[in-house]
Structure formats: structure tokens, C-alpha cells
């Protein structure tokens, strides 16, 4: 089938926000008590901010504050590091404008809040490139269940099936993969031959080697 829509997750993707993301999640963790890792925050990457919660709270209970207490903490921390820190990921225009020129349409689906899609895009100076943003806090559950894939899919007005998705989590792949999408993948180095990439159809180093024989359907004949 040709391709229609080109749907991108955003943390680690388009925005250099996992570091924001550890930096917050630490601090915010910490006034309960709990002293993460970055490696225990890479270990949550890709999932929604209510989920890593309360995934450390099963594992750790604290009194001191509630599990969506500390989930506004740490999303309103990482939205104030964003608006001051955040950066584009390498060949992220580039990216953009290869999936423009063969006409498809541009969607973010993320596991990110609404409010932490819209800052980290306005930071970026490409909100308006995005037809849709879909955030994974809309649906019952999140990655690597495969509703907010659907739902960009949807809200663009487009076949899952003739949409590329570009992830750099393995939650995200399996998410993508799971709409019914062909998926590039972008992983991070620390993530470089992680098997939860296995099932992407393309595996980039950048969003800055992507090219036009990517976005061909012959390119995905036996994948």
C-alpha cells in the first residue's frame, strides 16, 4: 500500500527531552525518598508518566505524597526544562521535509501529556507541521498497546496500514508495529541492538540518515 501519513513520537525522537525526563524524575522522586538511577530511568523510557509512577510506587511505597501528586510534579518539572532547555534531535527538519515532499501528512503520537506535546513542538518552532497530536494520556492505555497510533491514524483520516511510524523506544515499536504500521527506528546509543527493535522494519543511528528509498513501499517488499 503507498504511504499516507508519517506519525513520529516525540521524547527522544524529535525533542532531546530523556535527559530532562531522568533529570526530573530523579528530583521529584527523590522528595519521597526514593533515589533513582538514570539506568532506573532509562528502564521506564517510552512509558506514560502515571505508569512509571506507579510502577516505583508498587515497588517502593511512600506516604508522604500521592502517586499523581508526584506524576503533576514531575510533568511540571520536565515542562519548565523544556521551555529552557529543549533541543531538536539531529535530522529532525530534514526528516520532516523528506516525509512532506511524498506528500504525506504529519502526526505526533506520544506518551507524553497534552500540555508537554504542545511546549516541547512551540519549543521547537514546529507545532503547525503536525496535522495531529495525539497524547497516550487520552486512552485507556498506553504504549505499548497501540490506541494512540489509532488514533493519529484516525484523526488524519488515513489506513494505519499506509502509515510509517518513527520510534525510538521498544514500548513505541511494539505500539506502532501493533496499529498495523511499518515503523522506522531511531534508538539512542545506551539502546543500539536492544531486541525490542527487531520487529522495526528500518533501524536508523539518526533521524539525519533517513532517506527517500526509506519512504518507497518496494523498500518494504518482505519485511
Do not use: Y
Request: aromatic letters at 6%; a negative charge.
Amino acid at each position: 500500500m503507498g504511504l499516507n501519513a508519517a506519525i513520529f513520537d516525540l521524547d527522544g525522537l524529535l525533542v532531546d527531552s530523556e535527559p530532562l525526563w531522568r533529570q526530573a524524575e530523579r528530583e521529584v522522586f527523590a522528595e519521597v525518598g526514593l533515589m533513582l538511577t538514570d539506568d532506573d530511568c532509562r528502564s521506564t523510557m517510552g512509558m506514560r508518566c502515571d505508569a512509571v509512577v506507579a510502577l516505583w510506587h508498587q515497588r517502593n511505597p511512600w506516604l508522604s505524597a500521592s502517586p499523581a501528586e508526584i506524576q503533576k510534579g514531575i510533568e511540571a518539572r520536565v515542562l519548565a526544562l523544556m521551555r529552557s532547555q529543549g533541543q531538536a534531535m539531529p535530522g529532525v527538519d530534514h526528516a520532516l521535509d523528506l516525509v512532506e515532499s511524498m506528500g504525506c501528512r504529519l502526526a505526533v503520537a506520544s506518551s507524553s501529556s497534552p500540555a508537554l506535546i504542545a511546549g516541547a513542538l512551540d519549543r521547537l518552532g514546529i507545532f503547525d507541521r503536525f496535522a495531529a497530536r495525539c497524547s497516550a494520556f487520552n486512552e485507556q492505555h498506553g504504549k505499548p498497546d497501540p490506541a494512540v497510533f489509532l488514533t493519529a491514524a484516525s484523526q488524519l483520516g488515513v489506513d494505519p496500514r499506509t502509515c510509517l511510524a518513527f520510534e525510538d523506544s521498544p514500548p513505541g515499536v511494539e505500539s506502532a508495529r501493533g496499529a498495523g504500521m511499518r515503523v522506522v527506528a531511531v534508538p539512542d546509543a545506551e539502546h543500539w541492538g536492544h531486541p525490542g527493535f527487531d520487529v522495526a522494519d528500518v533501524v536508523l543511528k539518526s533521524l539525519a540518515d533517513l532517506r527517500i528509498e526509506h519512504l518507497k513501499p518496494r523498500f518494504f517488499e518482505g519485511s
